[in-house]
């Protein structure tokens, strides 16, 4: 009975519509599936290609309920939609599929739902007393373009006629539920006022097939990312599984698949804006250069990012898409762990206490008064020395002297920098004396150990060419084993926030060879100092860039919102050149952010108690509040207490504890999301800090890019919001804010 290999597949839309399905219907479909795989022809199954269609067929799930599906193969199949009896068979001829002649995608349309539940419903209202001002007829939505241009685009066909008839944004919204992935995506493109040839090129441009489409080979089709199918069974059995399987896990866009499965000749590097799923996709691509790696039990692949609590994040979820098997050859650190566990190795009797950035200063500080020196500001010091001394890995007073200080704002004299590097040099015998280190001289010593191991490994390598490629010559690494790059792939996540030293650690650990290093983030959403051009150390991603733009978690509205905070500053790509967030868009619906203008700080922290409890159910945990500073934070949290509310900070690893609205600042949101998200205290002075805007004069370029980071910053925070983003501030609104408020007036208070 099994001896047939049976593909059975599913498309994402099918997926979608199983989902309302009630529980029992959900269950009857997993034992169908097992079943139709075992034999499709058993009787039970009743089997039959539908009227009129060749390649259409239905299958009974249980009593009631038929599966749809499309015989790619003779023993290929995909399912396409689970309906009622009652529904399949009364209307057939409304039910269409193709090939779409743009992306060479299988798509399946069923027209009598999409005239049930998006045309019917603004059917002609019942007759209402005449209205004196009773509005015009409404124009259609898409009269503007032709039938040919939108299927240029990539409507699907078969709705071109439907998308005629649109009047309404509630229409379009409902559309874009039914409609094929594309066809929502150019619709809400145009109806949002992109030019015809913007959505060409930035929605359509990206998933079209390369090749020419045979809109009659289905089985071409269905290998193609633009038909966004579970592909394993495993997957198929997730997908069925329950309300909140991760669909992240199954169903790629297809801009996403491709980046996961292309072979890269070198670095390769994916951008986008927040949400658009960049984390999925480096998530998938260890999956994949896994299934990839030979047998065994070492763990050839890092994943890698900025901090432990993004790394707990990354674990937990390779771990829900690949198991035990998946996380067994995988390697997940963050960059300051990596680069300490390099150092101790080397040195195992360093033990010295590693201080933060603020303590740095502090220590700064008390170097500059103890010195009685008034002329230096510690920040800036501090600064000079992670980014030209230690960042250059200058080592001497003369390189020093020749340093390049690209984008660090004013310029020093040569009289000047001669003080700097007394002062530096002062300030690492104070840190050995007191016995500790910073987390920047940790990533360069591990930058400095990694690059020479390296140098090391060329080396061997080099006498055995020259030995004729004999095996036989070897070098033990410290550990006792054969000396080797540590990892054949590196795959880095929120890749716009590591300094230059752990770029440099990353490449001398790893193979330089076909996707060695595979970077992922956002410089849009850079929130720490730390700007590099890959290029120059050591990291050539040119002609391996890519960008993602469609976002999975943001609304068009508060997406619309958090661009227009980020005014028109610039970006680059990491690599020297500039990038840019066009394109960048949501098929997510709701409402547009709230703004909400108070007299002081308290009224602002009891403004934000009373519309937490206004929104009752919401489980807490899904809702964030970030604030400018961590004293603000404690104070929200005590007064959401007041109002019997629990309150959980977030820390420098997570939050801290189970359960309570998540409070911290805006910088320990970076990565994190959340259904429903509170800013608050963006007020003028605070957002951006007070000490930002007095630089305006005193230090142009550096108040240049603070600003940015500033308001990169307030982007982050803004983004992580899911389904509503309220804003709050007292006094003076933030300079950010000028323009938002132009569009949307605040709410009264
Ligand atoms: N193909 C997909 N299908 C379903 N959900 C997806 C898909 N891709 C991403 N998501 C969801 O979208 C959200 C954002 O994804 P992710 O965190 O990977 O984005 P990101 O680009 O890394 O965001 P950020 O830059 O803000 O950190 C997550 O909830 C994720 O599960």
Known sequence: ??????????????????????????????????????????????LKRLQGHDKLHSARVN????????????????????????????????????????????????????????????????????????????????????EQQLTDLGVAPSLVPVVAALTTEDQLLGLVEYAPQLTGEVLLALYDGKEYDDVLEQVTAPVAAPDPVDPEDFRAAVERPATIVTTTDDALREALEGEDFGRWKVFLHPTQAKLVTRDYSG??????????????????????????????????????????????????????????????????????????????????????????????????????????????????????????????????????FRARRAGRGRTVSRAERAEIWQLAERFTQRLDRIGVQTWDQIAERAAQLEAARARRIQDIDRRREEAGGLENV??????????????????????????????????????PDRNDLFLVGDTHQRIYKNQVTLGSLGINIRGRSSKL?????????????????????????????????????????????????????????EAIAALIESWGEVPHEQIAIAVPTNDMAREVAYTLREHGIMALEIGPDGPLGDSGVHIGTMFRFKGLEYQRMIIAGVTDGLVPRAGVQQRRTTDPARHRTEMQRARSLLFVAATRARDSLDVFWHGEPSPFLKELIKVRPPVAA
Do not use: C
Not at 8 to 37: M, S
Not at 322 to 328: K, N, V
Not at 479 to 502: C, F, K, M, N, T
């Open 1 to 46: 009975m099994t001896g047939k290999n049976v593909t059975l597949r599913l498309l994402d839309k099918a997926d979608r519509e199983i989902l309302k399905l009630p529980r029992p219907v959900k269950g009857a479909i997993y034992d169908f599936q097992h079943k139709f795989k075992t034999n499709p022809d058993s009787a039970g199954l009743r």
């Open 63 to 146: 009593d009631e309920y038929r599966a749809l599906l499309l015989r790619l193969a003779d023993d290929d199949w995909l399912i396409v939609s689970v309906k009622h009896r009652k529904d399949v068979y009364t209307h057939l001829d409304r039910l269409t599929y193709s090939v779409n002649r743009v992306t060479g995608g299988i798509e399946y349309v069923d027209l009598q739902v999409v005239q049930e539940e998006v045309l019917a419903p603004a059917a002609p209202r019942p007759a209402a007393p005449a209205e004196p001002a009773e509005p015009a007829a409404r124009q259609p939505l898409f009269a503007n373009w032709s």
């Open 267 to 400: 670095p390769a590097r994916v951008g986008g804006g927040p949400g658009t799923g960049k984390t999925i996709v480096a998530l998938h691509r260890v999956k994949h250069l896994v299934e990839r790696l030979p047998a065994g039990r070492t763990k050839p692949v890092l994943l890698t990012t900025y901090n432990k609590n993004l790394a707990a994040d990354l674990r937990s979820r390779l771990l829900a898409l690949g198991g035990e098997t998946l996380l067994s050859r995988v390697e997940i650190s963050h960059v300051d762990q990596l680069a300490l566990r390099t150092v101790r190795e080397a040195e195992p009797g360093n033990r010295k206490r590693i201080v933060d950035e603020a303590q740095a200063v502090r220590e700064w500080r008390s170097l500059l008064d103890e010195l009685g020196e008034d002329g230096w500001d510690a920040e800036f010091l501090h600064d000079e020395w992670t980014q030209v001394i230690l960042g250059q890995a200058v080592t001497s007073r003369t390189d020093y």
């Open 474 to 511: 070897h070098v033990a690494d410290g550990s006792g084993g054969w000396l080797r790059y540590r990892y054949r792939h590196i795959v880095v996540d929120e890749a716009q926030d590591l300094r230059p030293a752990h770029w440099k650690m990353l490449r001398a650990m790893t193979t």
């Open 549 to 605: 733009s469609l976002s999975y978690r943001t609304t068009r509205q508060i997406l619309r919102s958090a661009l227009n905070v980020l005014g028109e500053e610039k970006y680059d790509d990491l690599d020297g050149s500039a990038e840019t967030l066009a394109g960048y868009r949501s098929v997510l619906s709701g409402a547009v952010p709230d703004l909400h203008r108070l007299a002081d700080w308290a009224d602002e922290r």
